[in-house]
């Protein structure tokens, strides 16, 4: 059966299949539902973990596209060339492999539409052709000089400010402009607590059924510490906790023992080691200096940038030595895609010797 459009598309309620009816979110959908039945772009912005793909999915659901496919792509999963043959297909003998024509992500969401997540990890050669896709709603196979006509709605994600990055000459600034018709910022879980007993609830209800468990109380001092927590993993990082102590749990109680040390202290487990070794901001700037940077340089714009690799770094090696270099694991606990852990530990130099 159809689904059903609601006709005030000003609601603030929560979405269906939406945890979450705080103030923070109710902006969130408001704007959804005011935009699902236009034929515009979105663009979705938000830390990983906040939901971008539910909400993503909403839009199509709420939209006159909703019987028609939605189709979701992860571009931060797939090189630049595995990833053009993904978007828009190929012919047989396009390259080495290509022993069939295949038909590419947005021609099979043809009316309906299509999610591009990690946006930002595009290519500027492959921007080109989704600038290209999106103004003229036409593209060419991998491979093919014929021209096929698309009408796919594109509803694109990203956990970086695409504007900087189009300033740094990463991202085109055009393209940034065309996705950027309707933008929406989803809050951290930190800034909407008040969401937290709520999905608790959830998480427990949803990890007690595939478990065969019954822990359907929370001990007020574990709720306590989760609204308090600064959730730098947001929603998956909660529902990753609440898993675990469904399947530790002895009893019927989620309590304080059963979350992780971070939990109760607050901190994360990564950011607790950086401290302990004295890892500041100051100290980090220092150790740029020794290592060849020029304080003039460090004044400059790219300190910033300098800075934060270097942090990321560190908590990635901690994080990879923590899980033994597994990199599902590690991936799993930095909240990040696989292939994206597996590109940070090339660029950093990172040894990622365990794939499984």
Known sequence: MPTAVPTDLSD????????????????????????????????????????????????????????????????????????????????????????????????AAHKGTIFLDEINSTTPQLQVKLLRVLQERELERVGDTRTVQ???????????????????????????????????????????????????????????????????????????????????????????????????????????DLLPEGVATGQPAAARTLDSRGMDMATLTEELVQTGL????????DMHSQIVDRVEREVIAQVMSACDNVQIKAAARLGINRNTLHKKLKQYGLDGNSAK
């Open 12 to 107: 603030p309620a929560p979405l269906p299949g939406i945890i979450g009816s705080g103030g923070a979110m109710s902006a969130v959908y408001r704007v959804t539902r005011q935009v699902a039945r236009s034929n515009a772009s979105v663009l979705l912005l938000g830390a990983t973990g906040t939901g971008k793909e539910l909400i993503a999915h909403a839009i199509h659901t709420l939209s006159d596209r909703h019987e028609r496919p939605f189709v979701r792509v992860n571009c931060g999963a797939l090189s630049e060339n595995l990833l053009e043959s993904e978007l828009f297909g190929h012919i047989r003998g396009a390259f080495t492999g290509a022993i069939d024509n295949r038909t590419g992500r947005f021609e």
């Open 294 to 301: 020029q304080k003039a340089d460090l004044e400059a714009q």
């Open 150 to 256: 698309v009408d796919t709605r594109v509803i694109a994600a990203s956990n970086r400010d695409l504007l900087a990055l189009a300033a740094e000459g990463t991202f085109r600034e055009d393209l940034y402009y065309r996705l950027n018709v309707v933008p929406i910022t989803l809050p951290p879980l930190r800034e909407r607590a008040e969401d937290i007993p709520e999905l608790v609830t959830h998480f427990l209800s949803l990890y007690n059924e595939q478990n065969d468990r019954y822990v359907v109380h929370v001990e007020p001092a574990a709720m306590e510490a989760l609204k308090e927590y600064h959730w730098p993993g947001n929603v998956r990082e909660l529902q990753n906790y609440v898993e675990r102590a469904v399947v530790m749990a002895p009893g019927d109680e989620l309590t304080c």
